[in-house]
């Protein structure tokens, strides 16, 4: 079983859909949570991280569920620049305290 | 700030050959880190490094060496390269806040072993 997993899609949405991804983890010692973003053929940047308590960045909304081993990110009024990879990311896993365990990512495609 | 560096961009190798991928980064992290990306596989970590003169292995450190002799340098070393390593490399450091933690990433190595 992988240790991060995700659905990887792709989810074709229209503009100004909204669109929600979730993401589930094995290891119940994992400490963070994280959303990021990957572009085609480009490098992985930071999206959001994800708070116990929940937290939403402009038109983005991340939660955690502790008890259920999920995190989920929600887009709403999508944009077609939202369109990329995302990847559920989720650190002290299995390779250690401190290392970050990537899920396979979620493939978005908004269309106008 | 230049941010994290790589080179090459594109790199071509015959199966047995070695090669050294190179990193660095200008922001003063002391976390470094190396990963592969596979299609359908997400990123798997290889190497990491939590400060000059200290190394670990990740999840898939077989056939990779790295060093730490400054804070700002993390090169990957391939020493007999295997058509298996075809893949695209990723360097990051990452800062570490109060409140937040925010992996850079450098623009990525493709690798091609024939």
């Known amino acids: 079983r992988k240790e991060v997993e995700q659905d990887p899609g792709p989810f074709n949405v229209p503009e100004g859909a909204t669109v929600a991804f979730n993401c589930t983890y094995s290891n119940s010692a994992s400490q963070s949570f994280f959303w990021y973003r990957q572009d085609c053929r480009k490098e992985p940047k930071l999206l959001m991280s994800?708070?116990?308590s929940g937290n939403e960045d402009g038109r983005f909304t991340a939660q955690l569920n502790r008890a259920s081993q999920y995190i989920s990110l929600l887009i709403r009024d999508s944009k077609l620049s939202d369109s990329a990879t995302y990847l559920c990311v989720v650190r002290g896993g299995d390779t250690g305290r401190r290392a970050l365990t990537f899920g396979s990512g979620t493939r978005l495609q908004v269309q106008p | 700030n230049a941010g994290v560096t790589q080179t090459p961009k594109f790199q071509v190798l015959k199966t047995g050959q070695s090669m050294t991928l190179q990193c660095a980064q200008d922001?003063?992290?002391?976390?470094m880190s190396w990963y592969r990306q596979d299609p359908g596989m997400g990123l798997r970590l290889i190497h990491y490094?939590?400060?000059?003169?200290?190394?670990d292995q990740g999840e898939v450190p077989n056939g990779y060496n790295v060093s730490r002799s400054t804070t700002e340098d993390f090169p990957l070393r391939l020493l007999s390269a295997a058509p298996s390593q075809t893949s695209v490399y990723f360097c990051?450091?990452?800062?570490?806040?109060?409140?937040?933690?925010?992996?850079?990433f450098g623009p990525g190595t493709r690798l091609l072993v024939l």
């Open positions: 922001m003063n992290h002391e976390y």
């Open positions: 990051a450091s990452t800062l570490r806040g109060m409140y937040q933690e925010t992996q850079y």
């Open positions: 994800v708070y116990s």
């Open positions: 490094s939590v400060g000059a003169g200290i190394t």
